[in-house]
Each structure stands twice: as C-alpha cells, then as structure tokens.
C-alpha cells in the first residue's frame, strides 16, 4: 500500500466480518505452562462458559458488531488430508483450544520464544 505521496504503509489486520481463532495452550517437556484450564482459556477467549466479557465480546463491542471471533479452524481451508485432525479440534470439549505437547523444556534450554514457537509448530 502506499499513501497519496507515495510512501509505503503497513497492512492492517482485518477489522470487520468473520475471523476464525485457534487458541494453543503449549506444554513444554517439562510439564511447564500457564495454569489455566483449557476450558478456562475458552471461556476467557470467546465466553463458551459464560464470561460475559471476554475476547470475542470486546473485539464485537469495539467494532460496532463488525467483527466476529470464531473459535476454532476455517473449514473452508482445511485440506482433505487433514480433515479428520480439524475435525477432532471442532469437536473439543474447549470450543477454539487445543492443548500442544512440545520436546523442549522452556526453563532448562534456554531457547528464545522464536525457537519455542517453532518448536510448539512443529509437534
């Protein structure tokens, strides 16, 4: 994109219609992670249990009802290979998280949070 004097601007992220958030509670080897449930996290995201405010409530209040969360995958991309794996998702009894076991021990290995990323991506 670029301005009425031709300088370069940044994309911004979607501000209205649908937008389909997965949500990952990482694990590490250790057995370290935040101490939330995965139904908590839920809850706390999109409000499956009854938080009236939450993430999904404040982005629709903020946008005038513009902009909806959706927890969990867009279906509409999911390949048929992984289809059954999506569909274990959707079915979760956490609408929108998954909980994911990665080999690494956050407090021992002294990785930097790019590296813990591409760790969690890969399991």
């Known amino acids: 994109f670029q301005d009425n004097m031709g300088m370069s601007r940044r994309k911004l992220a979607q501000t209205t219609g649908n937008a389909y958030v997965l949500v ?22 999109f409000g499956t249990a009854g938080d009236a405010v939450n993430v999904k409530s404040q982005m629709a209040a903020c946008s005038g009802g513009d902009f909806n969360i959706i927890p969990g995958y867009n279906p509409t991309t999911v390949s048929p290979e992984t289809e059954a794996a999506y569909d274990a998702i959707a079915s979760a009894t956490a609408p929108g998280v998954i ?18 990323a591409e760790n969690i991506l890969m399991a």
């Open 24 to 45: 990952v509670k990482a694990i590490d080897s250790g057995g370290n992670s935040i101490s939330d449930t995965i139904d908590e996290i839920s809850d706390n995201w």
């Open 99 to 116: 909980e994911v076991n990665f080999g690494a021990n956050i407090k021992t290995s002294g990785m930097n949070r790019i590296l813990i």
